[in-house]
């Protein structure tokens, strides 16, 4: 059974578009996560929330938005796309003290 | 958060075991060692952690130094399966869990079979 879903696994969009990308996790973790990786870069953090609250956020632009409309839902909306946000991004999940675990990943391209 | 040193790269051969290295000089005394991996195309995977004692689990041995400024990670008869990006993070406890892990370029683990 998929543990963290994140749907669609591939994204194509054109610049000045915007895009929803959805992460659900199904393992009773109370702290998710969005992080990006671009092309042969190390992984990047952007945001972390914990009981469906904001904790951290590293992410400089306003054009991404995290959204948790349910406590296992985080998803990530991006506006006013750039060639620049093509990469993968990945929604995490933990609990306190423990490793975090990571979905598949979101390869979105932006043309 | 403190900073890790690992190597580029690292070789081994299917059925070795595998001793992967990380110094941590600067590390404070509420950080913990976490190691996660990642294959191409995959997101990372958590291998394990500790604070002080040396720990196991069914993925690695993490032996950590009693000053705790390095620590190893070992993989046993590892398979070509083994073969990833392994991360050595420093990261403090977070009561409410929704702490941020900083990745750096880890080492790249070969597998030859």
């Known amino acids: 059974d998929p543990k963290i879903i994140q749907k669609p696994k591939y994204l194509v969009a054109v610049t000045g578009s915007e895009k929803i990308l959805i992460c659900e996790q199904y393992?009773?973790?109370?702290?998710m996560y969005w992080y990006r990786q671009s092309a042969k870069k190390p992984l990047e953090f952007m945001f972390s929330?914990?009981?469906?609250?904001?904790?951290d956020n590293q992410t400089a632009s306003s054009r991404f938005q995290p959204q948790s409309s349910k406590k296992n839902h985080l998803d990530l909306q991006i506006t006013a796309l750039k060639p620049d946000d093509s990469a993968t991004y990945f929604c995490?999940?933990?609990?306190?003290?423990?490793?975090?675990?990571f979905g598949p990943g979101t390869r979105l391209t932006v043309l | 958060d403190a900073k890790t040193t690992q190597p580029d790269s690292m070789e081994s051969t299917e059925g070795e075991t595998v001793h992967l290295p990380c110094s941590h000089a600067?590390?404070?005394?509420?950080?913990?060692i976490y190691w996660y991996r990642q294959v191409p195309l995959q997101g990372p995977e958590y291998v394990t952690h500790?604070?002080?004692q040396n720990t196991t689990n069914s993925m690695a041995f993490l032996a950590i130094a009693s000053d705790r400024k390095s620590s190893t990670l070992i993989l046993p008869h590892v398979s070509l399966r083994d073969a990833a990006v392994y991360h050595c993070?420093?990261?403090?406890?977070?009561?409410?869990?929704?702490?941020?892990?900083?990745f750096g370029k880890g080492t790249q683990l070969i597998i030859q079979p």
């Open positions: 995490a999940s933990s609990r306190p003290g423990q490793g975090k675990y």
């Open positions: 393992l009773g973790h109370n702290a």
């Open positions: 929330y914990s009981y469906q609250k904001l904790m």
């Open positions: 600067t590390i404070s005394g509420n950080e913990y």
């Open positions: 500790g604070l002080q």
């Open positions: 993070i420093l990261r403090a406890l977070n009561t409410e869990g929704a702490d941020r892990l900083t």
